[in-house]
């Protein structure tokens, strides 16, 4: 297989590992292109199994790039979440399509940063794409056998702050529509309502713009925050609800630039967390 058919035929799995693992789009789609400019190099007679090669090659780049990025991150100003990606109805992109029907929200790419880079991508490979631990094995250099208990440890870890499924996408729609019109009237009532009692609120504004530094915790502090905002907001302010990340999200507009993307958490039918993604630096490749 040429280079040009295993771009067409693996750039999506690629690109929806590499986005997993790094939370931005456009490091993920430099290290899909390193990843096929370096295969170039290899001799084909030597390459068995090209699935498995660009998989193992890719994700030891992802691995490498996060170990350099975390001191970045450790000084970056206030909470860093991850940059989110628009879906607009049935044109989507072949990596899109990806990421959309496996829900890779903006929460669970937020929870997989308290992993470590090799952990991380362990529990992708596993628990979103459905790798065996042979696969696994193969593209981290582990023992299928530690891959498994690796990834029961993760999962044990991870389940009690897993977004919750148990919403379907209408439902979803239901509750945000409640949420926007509550935040507009300015009805603390039913916020408090949707809030759980320790929901959070995180801001990522990146230094660039104004935001809050520290997460927001508790509703009667959210509610607070977020009834204050909109108290602020000049008139060309507006709402829509988009498809972020293959969930409903916020888009807020100040006239016609994108102000800010915003998802929440959903858990037990109440909203456990808000991302309010403010970086202008963040929304603007898919926005």
């Known amino acids: 297989m040429d280079t040009q058919q295993l771009y067409v035929t693996y750039k999506p799995l690629l690109f929806s590992i590499a986005y ?29 199994n090209e699935k498995a090669l660009l998989c193992k090659i890719l994700t030891n780049r992802c691995i490498d790039f996060l170990r350099s990025a975390k001191k970045k991150r450790e000084v970056y100003v206030g909470p860093w979440l991850p940059e989110p990606i628009l879906f607009q109805g049935a044109a989507l992109d072949p990596e899109e399509r990806i990421i959309q029907q496996d829900q890779m929200s903006i929460a669970l790419l937020t929870l997989l940063e308290k992993l470590s880079p090799v952990e991380r991508a362990i529990f992708i490979l596993r628990e979103v794409l459905d790798f065996s ?135 037990e039918g109440k909203i456990a967390a808000l991302y309010l993604i403010l970086n202008p630096d963040k929304l603007s490749f898919h926005f």
């Open 133 to 267: 631990y042979d696969e696994i094995a193969e593209i981290t250099g582990k023992e299928p056998a530690n891959c498994r208990k690796i990834f029961s440890r993760l999962k044990q870890k991870l389940t009690p702050e897993m977004p919750d499924m148990q919403m379907d996408y209408e439902q979803q729609k239901v509750l945000f529509e409640t949420f926007l019109k509550a935040v507009e009237t300015e009805d603390s009532a039913t916020l408090l309502k949707l809030l759980s009692p320790d929901v959070i609120l995180y801001s990522d504004g990146g230094g660039k713009v104004r935001a809050a530094l520290r997460p927001i915790v508790t509703s009667k502090n959210v509610i607070a925050f977020l009834l204050g905002v909109a108290k602020k907001a000049p008139p060309t302010v507006r709402m829509e609800l988009a498809n972020i990340n293959g969930e409903w999200g916020v888009i807020v507009y100040r006239g016609e630039q994108v102000y800010s993307v915003n998802t929440m958490h959903l858990k």
């Open 20 to 48: 997993r693992m790094l939370g931005t789009v456009a490091d993920a789609e430099d290290l899909v292109q390193d990843t096929f400019l370096s295969i170039g190099q290899w001799n084909p007679q030597r390459i068995h």
